[in-house]
């Protein structure tokens, strides 16, 4: 379970960006977000800005330099549901699940948008966009 890369719209291979992070224990895949110039956990309706690219057995010192992937609209991420999502259809937003790694089948402030699913059960992989919730509708 994790925010990987399914496809790129234009083919481009995105770059890997090196900013310091908070004391977050990083996962390949890991949704974040920048705060006070460090990474840190995205989670909920915050809008993530950055996948890591790394893992880390244990909480880094704050500071530490990881790298990660800047999200963009072109990039359609591959994750898991951690909720049962039987009544989410393409195109709505869904929120972040805690952990960081998967997205929830609540819409309320969604900031990641549906493109595609192979089910609705937990565990079941889904593709989305990182895009943020639509400020006019709450997501």
């Known amino acids: 379970m994790a925010f990987l890369i399914h496809s790129v719209e234009g083919g481009y291979i995105p770059s890997w960006e090196y900013h310091p992070a908070g004391a ?14 460090n990474y840190a956990l995205a989670s ?10 790394m893992e880390a057995e244990a909480a880094l010192t704050a500071g530490t330099i990881i ?17 049962a999502a039987t009544s989410i259809k393409a195109g709505q937003k869904v929120t972040i699940a805690t952990d960081g790694l998967r997205v929830t089948a609540t819409t309320a402030g969604g900031v990641a948008q549906v493109v595609d699913m ?19 509708a709450g997501g």
């Open 44 to 53: 909920g309706t915050t809008t993530p800005t950055y996948i890591s690219m």
């Open 67 to 83: 790298p990660a992937v800047k999200v963009s609209e072109d990039i359609i991420w591959e994750t898991e549901w951690s909720a």
């Open 24 to 37: 977050i224990t990083p996962k390949v895949g890991l949704a974040l977000t920048q705060t006070s110039g």
């Open 118 to 136: 192979d089910g609705t059960a937990i565990g079941d992989k889904v593709r989305v966009r990182l895009v943020g919730p639509d400020p006019t």
